[in-house]
């Protein structure tokens, strides 16, 4: 065990650090509307001209070849700095790593390089009206069209983040009706500027056109739109999932900076405010540390080759549940000003955001039940 | 950085693991509640034996010249059979006091009280308690004190109180003898933590209502789920706080508070969760669960609470 970092990792964080302190764009309008998302492309563009995008990937992608160990420190600066959240992240975040492990060469040459430069914009095609948490249950379908040797695609998938904003699409097809519900699903990347693609966006509960539904009419779409196997999309879509839950999606790093704002705050605000408020400021800052010392705990078992699988949803729980916590204590100590919002920093937008954390990425009910099955083992039925 | 265990931690651990299970049965805990001694003096013995309870002090002192890292797992692991002697009081707090002023590492058991408390386990089959506050210690003989017995929730805690100004002997200062008890004790409540959910995840799957297993239903699974989650992000910094202990770091006592708030949180958790799946069974005497749902109440309670150590934090953050 040694718990302090090594000197090429802390030399790696002094050069995020002064390069991030040096760039960070601050008062970026919201990232979920559509002027908002111009600006923020500016600055993921940025970030990428800087090779900062993402550092974890190769550097023939783009990326710096860091360690895990190296983005995590990464992240702490980026948020720390002030850094707005990511509007490229369903993309480097969630479908890289599937096109990583999944996609073939020539894929790998075609997508990611695009997606590091915020030049490609992907979004995730996974909910549909009537499939939520029962992602299985999707209708949107892939039909053969062998003469053109690819598929057409039709159907609605919905609250598709940022669609609205994005380029591409990546999700969920059922290419064989006959098939059980797992099976026969394949998992395709959809450009939506192909013909027969509507896209039209709709409020969030903050009012931003933060989402999407995305209509599809026999939509064609060539065979290498397929990332890995025709009919075995459930399990590339759980690697995707498995990312977002985990710690690739939210890491430490942000929970840190927002502890760290909510101290500020309480030294700025706290008034009269009484013991239990304190108590509550003290624990989402404990809990933050929780979540970066059980990361470093986590991380470390990964560079040894130890399978985490079904422990993202611990994580995924605990950080969701803990950004409410920490924007409702923020909330208490603003009293009346907490209604105050219109600025992309206010505490109370931030509530609203936070509010999602715990419906997206597969909702923590589900969640629980994936604790109590797949890591306690409790019967299914 | 680099956040685990050595190969030769985790083989102490399973030294270790492997005797309490065999010798620290809830039988063993359950007759530490009314035998005369209320301890396992069997294992006592065998832990002696292996080291382990001199494992802090120095090897020419006859320990093995570990550290809190070294330890900690081992101490989850009498944590998780309740085991009923003062192996924190011990072999976290005292044995590195006594080995500080030279002293020969006996056979015997030493207790320790932390000042505001007042009290001490076992304190009657102990030769020697070890006395302090966050600094100034001192290590006199059981005998020289006024032993008052008190009943603890726990019965297989026997528990003393005591005046600690009758307590005369040479201060000595270890600034890390306060916290090495409260990390000790987080361990425990770790290993308590996990007891209770293995015990009921264990339950849950066997007992049947309604013609299927109880743990099938979602109200039960969420209610575990909880539980884990508490395990979870606890754990990490009880293994933390223990690292910057051994290694002197200036905020470890705010990492050892930090270790035992999220512990004793999670234990309660955990045993409230671990009592409502059990139902009327968990509620028995006869069943064990209470065995290790009460050690969690005492532990969380002592050396310094929810509240004190909360307090802590808070003014080194706040």
């Known amino acids: ?381 | 950085m680099r956040f685990a265990f050595t190969d030769e931690q985790l083989a102490f651990r399973d030294a270790v693991r492997e005797l309490l299970d065999r010798e620290c049965p809830p039988s063993v805990v359950r007759q530490a509640w009314t035998s005369p001694s209320g301890r396992a003096l069997d294992v006592w013995a065998h832990l002696t034996e292996m080291g382990v309870l001199a494992a802090l002090a120095p090897e020419a002192a006859g320990g093995l010249g570990l550290t809190l890292v070294d330890l900690v797992l081992v101490l989850e692991e009498t944590g998780y059979v309740a085991l009923p002697d003062p192996i924190v009081e011990h072999a976290a707090v005292a044995v590195p006091l006594l080995a500080s002023r030279g002293e020969p590492i006996g056979a015997g058991t030493v207790t320790a009280g932390w000042e505001p408390d007042a009290r001490a386990v076992w304190a009657d089959t102990a030769d020697l308690l070890a006395l302090g506050d966050d600094r100034r210690w001192r290590v006199v003989a059981t005998g020289d004190l006024r032993l008052e017995p008190r009943t603890s929730v726990d019965g297989a805690r026997r528990l003393f109180a005591f005046d600690p100004r009758s307590a005369d002997g040479p201060a000595l200062v270890d600034e890390q003898a306060f916290d090495r008890g409260v990390v000790g004790f987080a361990a425990q409540l770790v290993g308590l933590t996990r007891r209770m959910l293995d015990l009921t995840v264990g339950y849950v799957t066997e007992r049947r209502q309604f013609g299927v297993p109880v743990g099938s239903f979602q109200a039960v699974k969420h209610h575990l789920a909880d539980a884990r989650l508490a395990l979870e992000f606890a754990r990490p910094l009880v293994y933390r706080a223990a690292w910057s202990l051994a290694e002197g770091d200036p905020d470890a006592s705010v990492h050892a508070s930090m270790a035992k708030l999220q512990a004793s949180s999670a234990a309660h958790r955990t045993g409230r969760a671990a009592l409502q799946c059990h139902g009327a069974i968990g509620y028995s005497f006869e069943y064990d669960l209470h065995l290790f749902l009460k050690r969690a109440w005492a532990l969380a309670a002592s050396w310094g609470d929810a509240r004190w150590h909360g307090a802590r934090v808070r003014r080194a953050i706040l």
């Not at chain 1, 993402?54 to 983005?71: C, H, I, T």
């Not at chain 1, 948020?79 to 073939?104: C, D, W």
């Open chain 1, 1 to 381: 065990m040694d718990l302090t970092f090594t000197p090429e990792e802390e030399a790696f964080r002094a050069e995020c650090r002064s390069w991030l302190e040096a760039n960070v764009p601050h008062g970026l309008p919201s990232g979920d509307t559509r002027d908002g998302f111009a600006a923020h492309l500016e600055w993921e563009r940025s970030l990428f001209e800087a090779r900062w995008a993402v550092v974890s990937w190769p550097e023939a992608y783009g990326g710096r070849d860091a360690s895990p160990m190296e983005w995590l420190i990464f992240e702490e600066e980026y948020y720390r700095a002030g850094g707005p959240q990511r509007v490229t992240q369903n993309g480097i975040f969630l479908l890289a790593p599937t096109v990583f492990e999944f996609g073939t060469p020539a894929q790998r040459d075609r997508i990611l390089p695009r997606m590091a430069a915020a030049e490609d914009l992907w979004c995730q095609g996974w909910s549909e009206p009537n499939a939520g948490s029962d992602l299985a249950g999707i209708q949107s379908r892939a039909e053969r069209d062998e003469s053109a040797r690819g598929w057409r695609l039709s159907g609605q998938k919905t609250w598709t983040t940022r669609g609205a904003f994005c380029t591409h699409l990546f999700g969920l097809f059922r290419s064989d009706p006959a098939a059980e519900r797992h099976r026969g699903l394949t998992y395709f990347l959809v450009p939506l500027d192909a013909p027969g693609v509507t896209v039209r966006g709709f409020g969030r509960l903050d009012g931003d056109e933060g989402f999407a539904e995305v209509f599809l009419d026999e939509v064609f779409v060539p065979d290498d739109a397929v990332l890995g196997a025709v009919h075995e999309g459930w399990g590339v879509a759980m690697a995707t999932t498995s990312a977002e839950r985990g710690l690739t999606l939210r890491s430490p790093g942000r929970f840190l900076a927002g502890a760290g704002r909510l101290v500020d705050l309480w030294r700025a605000r706290s008034g009269d405010a009484g013991p239990d408020l304190a108590d509550s400021v003290v624990q989402d800052w404990i809990d933050a540390e929780a979540y970066r010392w059980q990361t470093f705990w986590t991380v470390t078992r990964m560079t040894v080759g130890e399978n985490v699988g079904a422990e993202s949803s611990l994580t995924k729980v605990f950080w969701s549940e803990l950004d409410v916590r920490i924007h409702e204590h923020a909330l208490a100590l603003l009293g009346p000003d907490g209604e105050l919002t219109g600025d992309e920093a206010s505490w109370m937008k931030g509530y609203e955001f936070a509010l999602s954390g715990p419906i997206y990425a597969g909702t923590n009910e589900i969640q629980r039940n994936v604790i109590a099955e797949r890591v306690l083992g409790l019967p299914r039925r």
